[in-house]
């Protein structure tokens, strides 16, 4: 190597042991997080779906249903495949998200935060940032592999299948390793190359996901052929594998191929551009800031709006999604109905089915709370929370201001979601007003659990607010495998189930409301705010390490 490349890298080993040690709890928590979460959805469709005949039965219902294949690609009646249909996009966004975030932490977020330039006096090389953000998201991706080929191994899988499952959904994140590394090089901002990131994860899922809408079914009405838009999708190239239906690994080298791609424009791009900069020039503000604007409530609305925005399209589409399949339900039998209708608490199966999946959505809600909560420790390491404070506002109306936005938009959401499916199902069942009040009401009686979980985030935000991501996001997943759509088909203790605030929500439409469980679960929800709001008043601001 000649000595000018050779100081284009410089440094890079250390970088790379220091973004390593920055990562060392996060990426450990999202190896745990999505291992479990694996394991835990795995075990329970061998569970539910332990006869044959109820499996084939299953894979039928969503190979047939167009709205189902949006979300999926069968391959044919397997429980691994199964799980593959439900769970891969949610996997795969996951894993291109954890990607996304460890490259722009290591690259943009340093370049706005001052770290880069303090760096840059040092001998580090102009290429040496990037490529630790790279080698060691690429590496994290790795392991992620491995956790979930073994996760899924041990809910007794076979085993080519569970390691082609799991490096199928590592290979997704390692694409959106490059798209994040490209998209750094784009944006003068943290929030401008994770958006454009996100906006690229969700064109992939709409393009693999119309593939399979368009798709062809076999006679048996068990395995779906995708057409040619999935294959303009890395999350389509993932699920071309097909680790329980055939075990293609060719599909994976589509991947490595973007890669490389990508990894080659962000180099290029970045020797085109000064540090801290982006290539995009940013867009000019008005000259006057809207009088909403002046208040904590109005500012975080403003920096949150593209997630709420981004959330609301999907909670509407899945609703949509979910409604149309009331008809299908009605005619399930076997292990299937029984599911349901553990799940949902009633031997009725279309009320059963109502409430697991207003359960479900009570709980994207909770994670949808977690995520703009969180901003908090964002706006707290950025430094846009000190001048803020320097105004007059206090820090109970700074985090008054984040609850507000999160609580009517978590209501929202949920009511977006409760619409939607009732639309659907009346179109199936009809009184579709009916429906929709139903769903409605029996929405807005989950989000009090949900706000419990955020309650718990602006807490963690508070005591411990170097831990707070991975503490939260922990507590989430717990808080979801240890509730009624995991627990029960996990054999959890009821002890482990009741610490779950989705234990506790009442399981409407199908069964009368009562106060109680909800004056508890909002009174908790409330004691954590207030123990939270205790702790930030006692203690100082916390500066990144």
């Not at 999604?321 to 009633?346: K, V």
């Not at 936005?405 to 409760?418: D, R, Y």
Request: proline share 4%; glycine share 12%; aromatic share 6%.
């Amino acid at each position: 190597m000649s000595g000018g490349v050779a100081e284009q890298f410089a440094g890079t080993a250390r970088l790379v042991r220091l973004a390593a040690r920055r990562d060392r709890y996060t990426t450990a928590a999202w190896w745990a997080g999505l291992g479990l979460f694996v394991a835990a959805t795995t075990a329970m469709f061998a569970d539910s779906l332990a006869e044959q005949v109820n499996l084939v039965r299953e894979t039928q219902l969503v190979a047939t249903n167009t709205g189902m294949r949006l979300l999926g690609l069968t391959s044919g009646p397997s429980i691994g495949g199964y799980m593959l249909h439900r769970e891969f996009v949610t996997l795969a966004a996951l894993a291109a998200l954890m990607s996304t975030f460890c490259v722009i932490r290591h690259t943009r977020q340093n370049e706005e935060l001052g770290r880069s330039e303090m760096l840059g006096s040092t001998v580090v090389g102009r290429f040496a940032a990037l490529t630790a953000g790279v080698l060691v998201a690429l590496a994290a991706d790795l392991v992620l592999a491995v956790v979930l080929g073994l996760a899924i191994l041990s809910a007794g899988q076979p085993v080519e299948g569970s390691f082609l499952a799991g490096a199928s959904v590592a290979a997704v994140g390692a694409v959106w390793v490059g798209v994040a590394a490209v998209t750094s090089q784009l944006s003068s901002t943290t929030r401008g190359a994770s958006g454009m990131a996100a906006g690229a994860l969700a064109a992939a899922f709409v393009l693999a996901g119309i593939g399979n809408m368009v798709g062809t079914v076999d006679e048996a009405g068990l395995r779906v052929t995708s057409g040619w838009p999935s294959w303009l999708s890395p999350i389509g190239w993932g699920q071309q594998t097909r680790p329980f239906g055939g075990a293609h690994w060719a599909p994976l080298l589509l991947c490595v191929l973007a890669l490389g791609v990508l990894i080659a424009v962000a180099a290029a791009l970045s020797a085109r551009r000064d540090v801290g900069r982006g290539l995009w020039p940013e867009r000019r503000g008005r000259g006057a800031a809207v009088g909403w604007l002046l208040s904590p409530v109005g500012l975080t609305w403003r920096l949150q709006r593209g997630a709420f925005l981004g959330w609301a399209a999907a909670m509407a589409m899945f609703g949509l999604i979910f409604g149309t399949l009331t008809e299908q339900i009605q005619n399930l039998e076997g292990d299937a109905r029984d599911w349901w209708t553990a799940a949902g608490g009633t031997d009725v199966i279309l009320d059963a089915y109502r409430v697991s999946i207003i359960q479900m959505a009570g709980m994207f809600v909770a994670i949808y709370l977690v995520q703009v909560l969180l901003r908090m420790r964002v706006d707290e390491v950025g430094g846009t929370l000190e001048p803020m404070l320097a105004t007059g506002v206090t820090r109970a109306r700074w985090v008054a201001g984040h609850l507000v936005n999160a609580v009517a938009g978590a209501t929202a959401l949920m009511v977006l979601f409760a619409v939607c499916m009732g639309l659907t199902a009346g179109q199936v069942l009809g009184s579709t007003a009916s429906q929709v009040a139903d769903l409605i009401g029996a929405g807005l009686v989950q989000l009090p659990g949900a706000l419990v979980v955020g309650a718990a985030v602006v807490a963690a935000t508070s005591v411990a607010p170097s831990w707070s991501a991975p503490v939260s996001w922990t507590l989430m997943l717990a808080m979801i495998v240890a509730g009624p759509m995991f627990g029960p088909s996990l054999n959890l203790p009821d002890a482990v189930q009741d610490l779950s605030p989705f234990t506790h929500s009442p399981k409407a439409p199908a069964v009368p409301v009562t106060s109680g469980p909800l004056l508890t679960l909002t009174a908790i929800g409330i004691a954590l705010v207030l123990a939270g709001l205790l702790a930030l008043r006692r203690r100082d601001l916390a500066l990144p390490a």
